[in-house]
């Protein structure tokens, strides 16, 4: 399988980004080819509904989604729900993303936010048939070690694991 990895926070210390990274390790480890795709690396336009998806970033992300198998987009919360990065990305790239498995993981200050990632797949669902993985992987602050460079909490490591087997999984 192919497995494209989408890491959309453009904090270059993210806690999210290190989601993506222990999730691209299982991936290798399983034996599937993944591809983590850092948004801090593209310069995508804001989408305008007609020039932005001629730019040539937002052509090259597509075609890493459409040769995608599943994806897995990892996301920081701000102001409970998924970045702006996020949401960008889907409304630059439509069509690609349909019939994907998709699996989703998150960081965010506290405890309080973990249903916010339900409109980002309820608008992945319906507006493009994706088949979203019922494993979400969640972490908070406390999830990390203080200088935020790794996943101390053993447990997120385990919903990561698990996550990851339920796209492969859904994925064949």
Same mark, same amino acid.
């Given at each position: 399988m192919n497995i494209c +990895? +989408? !890491? @959309? @926070?453009?904090?270059?210390? @993210?806690? !999210?980004? *290190? *989601?993506?990274? @222990?999730?691209?390790k299982k991936i290798d480890e399983a034996g599937h080819r993944t591809e983590l795709v850092k948004l801090t690396e593209y310069n995508l336009p804001l989408c305008d509904g007609v020039a932005a998806y001629r730019a040539a970033d937002a052509k090259k992300l597509k075609s890493h989604i459409e040769s995608s198998d599943a994806l897995i987009l990892v996301t920081p919360i701000y102001n409970f729900d998924g970045n702006a990065a996020l949401k960008n990305v889907i409304e630059l790239t439509g069509s690609a993303w349909n019939d994907k498995p998709v699996a989703l993981m998150c960081s965010a200050g506290g405890a309080c936010s973990y249903m916010a990632l339900m409109p980002l797949a309820n608008s992945l669902m319906l507006d493009f048939r994706c088949v979203i993985v019922p494993r979400f992987v969640y972490a908070i602050e406390s999830d990390f070690n203080t200088d935020k460079t790794a996943i101390v909490n053993p447990d997120i490591d385990r919903r990561i694991d698990q996550a990851v087997k339920s796209l492969i999984y859904m994925g064949r």
């Open positions: +990895i +989408i !890491s @959309s @926070s453009l904090n270059p210390q @993210s806690k !999210s980004h *290190l *989601l993506a990274r @222990s999730a691209e």
